[in-house]
């Protein structure tokens, strides 16, 4: 992980630490090894980037392992230890907004988060259902995807709990279908590109979000377009060490490359 130093606990430590669509509730959550990614890191600051809990998929059918308790039970007990918890709600957990409102205290809640990183940038955080409204997609298309991606995280959980047994690193299996076919490609990009210019046009340095389940770090017209990724597909995290570098963490495959900071930052606003 770039930047980021071993803190004595043996853990390796961030300044910042982005999750996203966690989907606790959904039988397909990679919950072991979101835990055992969560054993080895800690982070001033804890962002839950929306999709956390999936009230959605609990509503159809009732899921909850001890997995999933020992999610929530970690994030709480690095909060009692000192990290600044922030929660973002998703299209997912939308529902339990008010549940949330009450837990404040514990952590804050917020529809949209402004953050700014050690190098003085500020990224606008938001889940990025914000923009289902503009995307365009034919019903009958959707619903067709849905089915299919239904059917591909069901069979990539399967093979990845075989790989899992025999001591193989994780493969993300349906993100690497999904990119290669075209619609879906076509759709990723241009939720990417509509995500950057929204940030831009309102004078931040760059994005971070969840909700497509595509993890990506890259600069987009000069703005930093990031996406944490998800626990289903991906099993991805967004991470800002010390100096204030993002870096994309992929299960399974270490840290991708870093965005540094390039030209004058975006001043403050009044």
């Not at 982005?18 to 989907?23: G, R, T, W």
């Not at 609990?58 to 909060?79: C, E, I, K, N």
């Not at 922030?86 to 529902?95: E, F, K, L, Q, R």
């Not at 997609?137 to 089915?147: E, I, N, T, V």
Request: a positive charge; glycine letters at 10%.
């Amino acid at each position: 992980m770039a930047g980021a130093s071993s803190a004595r606990s043996g853990r390796t430590r961030a300044r910042t630490l982005f999750l996203s669509d966690i989907h606790l509730g959904y039988r397909h959550a990679r919950t072991t090894e979101l835990n055992e990614f969560l054993a080895r890191i800690e982070a001033e600051t804890i962002v839950l980037v929306g999709d956390i809990v999936d009230a959605l998929s609990l509503a159809r059918r009732a899921f909850w392992s001890p997995g999933h308790t020992q999610v929530v039970r970690t994030l709480l007990a690095r909060q009692r230890a000192g990290s600044r918890l922030v929660y973002i709600p998703g299209n997912h957990d939308a529902s339990l907004a008010m549940l949330a409102q009450m837990l404040q205290g514990q952590f804050e809640v917020h529809r949209e988060w402004v953050h700014r990183t050690a190098r003085g940038e500020r990224l606008l955080v938001m889940h990025g259902d914000q923009f289902d409204g503009d995307m365009t997609c034919a019903p009958w298309l959707q619903h067709l995807g849905d089915f299919v991606h239904g059917a591909t995280v069901a069979v990539s959980h399967r093979i990845n709990n075989v790989r899992r047994r025999l001591g193989k690193p994780y493969w993300p299996l349906t993100e690497s279908l999904k990119l290669g076919i075209g619609v879906a490609a076509r759709y990723i990009r241009n939720f990417e590109e509509l995500a950057a210019a929204h940030a831009r046009a309102q004078g931040y340095d760059g994005v971070v979000c969840g909700h497509i389940h595509r993890a990506n770090l890259c600069r987009i017209e000069g703005t930093v377009y990031a996406n944490t990724g998800d626990w289903v597909e991906s099993c991805s995290a967004l991470t800002e060490s010390e100096a204030g570098e993002l870096t994309l963490v992929r299960l399974g495959q270490g840290a991708a490359a870093g965005v540094r900071a390039t030209g004058a930052l975006v001043a403050d606003a009044a």
